[in-house]
């Protein structure tokens, strides 16, 4: 028999704290359309928290991610880096557009880079577009005021609906 000393005690989470953990400001849809809703993901190393998606549903259907992240301190061996190609990779895959199998590690393939422009906090931002398999994503590599960057991933459908970006403070969520 396995016994365990460890506390039993599991505690989620909620938006408010992930944000007030963050410390910095994490981006968002401006003006999300009002029938959406959002989920805060968060992604850890070393107990250290460099990733935070604010991903857009409307009922079941996913629909927007927004990744903000931050660097690791120096002091961590292990690095934790994003990419939009990693990022579109793993849209398309949670939004079943892409049947990922784990065995052969197979993802799907950018077909095509093109050039365009985010709005961040109302300034546009110049940005390469990644496409594959209907959706896009857009990296913007250095937030003002903070350090990070932030990546933007959705369907070409709702792609004019969420490239307007705003960094909120934690205590709007």
Same mark, same amino acid.
């Given at each position: 028999m396995f016994r365990s000393d460890r506390p039993r005690q599991?505690?989620?989470?909620?938006p408010r704290e992930t944000a007030e953990e963050w410390g910095g400001r994490i981006a968002a849809v401006r003006d999300a359309p009002p029938d959406w809703f959002f989920l805060v993901g968060r992604q850890s190393t070393?107990?250290?928290?460099c990733h935070i998606d604010i991903n857009y549903h409307r009922g079941r259907d996913f629909l927007a991610s927004v990744q903000t992240s931050r660097p690791l301190p120096p002091e961590h061996r292990i /690095?934790?880096?994003? @990419? #939009?190609?990693?990022?579109?990779?793993?849209f398309l895959a949670n939004s079943d557009r892409f049947d990922f199998d784990p065995r052969?590690?197979?993802?799907?393939?950018v077909e095509r880079t093109s050039a365009g422009?985010? /709005?961040?906090?109302? @300034? #546009?931002?110049?940005?390469?577009?990644?496409h594959s398999l209907g959706c896009r994503s857009a990296l913007v590599?250095?937030?003002?005021?903070?350090?990070?960057?932030?990546?933007?991933t959705a369907p070409d459908e709702h792609w004019e609906a969420v490239t307007d970006l705003v960094l909120r403070p934690p205590t709007t969520f």
């Open positions: 599991f505690h989620l989470p909620t070393d107990h250290y928290l /690095r934790s880096f994003t @990419t #939009p190609e990693s990022e579109l990779a793993n052969t590690g197979r993802r799907p393939a422009e985010l /709005r961040l906090d109302g @300034t #546009p931002v110049p940005v390469e577009i990644h590599p250095e937030l003002p005021g903070q350090p990070g960057y932030l990546i933007l």
